[in-house]
T-cell receptor
Framework: DAKTTQPNSMESNEEEPVHLPCNHSTISGTDYIHWYRQLPSQGPEYVIHGLTSNVNNRMASLAIAEDRKSSTLILHRATLRDAAVYYCILRSLSSGSARQLTFGSGTQLTVLP | GAVVSQHPSWVICKSGTSVKIECRSLDFQATTMFWYRQFPKQSLMLMATSNEGSKATYEQGVEKDKFLINHASLTLSTLTVTSAHPEDSSFYIC????????????FGPGTRLLVL
């Protein structure tokens, strides 16, 4: 799977939007962009994923650059419970079978009250 | 959403003993489950892929005789750490993609192992 690059850490104020960037310059045409987050002492949880178009769900929005070489996870209104490590992961589904996720170092998001 | 459970949530054992960790998909079937290990301040590292009805596949550097994996049914995979040593102390996490659905994986809450 292609590699992703994320900032090690970011800070946000509570109730303000947060934009978490991810660079994936070597992304291929069949790579989906997935975001997971891991709260302290818990397993990761799925946040959102997309291929080309921007995506929205109840947790977040995913903005994908036109050339797909970067994406941004948007938390519209950060809460203290959003403090976590956010992982941007590329997964190719060209094989059609379930595959493991390859985790990078992620971005540690700190939300300030 | 789908739920994956792990048991126990934490365990302390003496060096040389074996520890079994269970991973269950509670409301879906999973022919494949993944086992990860996470050391403090580090990211998750894949250890092995558990396949229902066949042998597990291990990542390079993971000893299959030390980390025994059994995928007994479509909802249960177990990881047994045999002859545990202090360096095996870690956070063990399983994940499962629902059968036939490959976009999303569901993770268990993790099992913290401390070997004294």
């Amino acid at each position: 799977d292609a590699k992703t690059t994320q900032p090690n850490s970011m800070e946000s104020n509570e109730e303000e939007p947060v934009h978490l960037p991810c660079n994936h310059s070597t992304i291929s045409g069949t790579d989906y962009i997935h975001w997971y987050r891991q709260l302290p002492s818990q397993g990761p949880e799925y946040v959102i994923h997309g291929l080309t178009s921007n995506v929205n769900n109840r947790m977040a929005s995913l903005a994908i650059a036109e050339d797909r070489k970067s994406s941004t996870l948007i938390l519209h209104r950060a809460t203290l419970r959003d403090a976590a490590v956010y992982y941007c992961i590329l997964r190719s589904l060209s094989s059609g079978s379930a595959r493991q996720l390859t985790f990078g170092s992620g971005t540690q998001l700190t939300v300030l009250p | 959403g789908a739920v994956v459970s792990q048991h126990p949530s934490w365990v302390i054992c003496k060096s040389g003993t074996s520890v079994k960790i269970e991973c269950r998909s509670l409301d879906f079937q999973a022919t494949t489950m993944f086992w990860y290990r996470q050391f403090p301040k580090q990211s998750l590292m894949l250890m092995a892929t558990s396949n229902e009805g066949s042998k597990a596949t291990y990542e390079q550097g993971v000893e299959k005789d030390k980390f025994l994996i059994n995928h007994a049914s479509l909802t249960l995979s177990t990881l047994t750490v045999t002859s545990a040593h202090p360096e095996d102390s870690s956070f063990y996490i399983c994940s499962a993609p629902p059968s036939g659905k490959t976009e999303t994986q569901y993770f268990g809450p993790g099992t913290r192992l401390l070997v004294l």
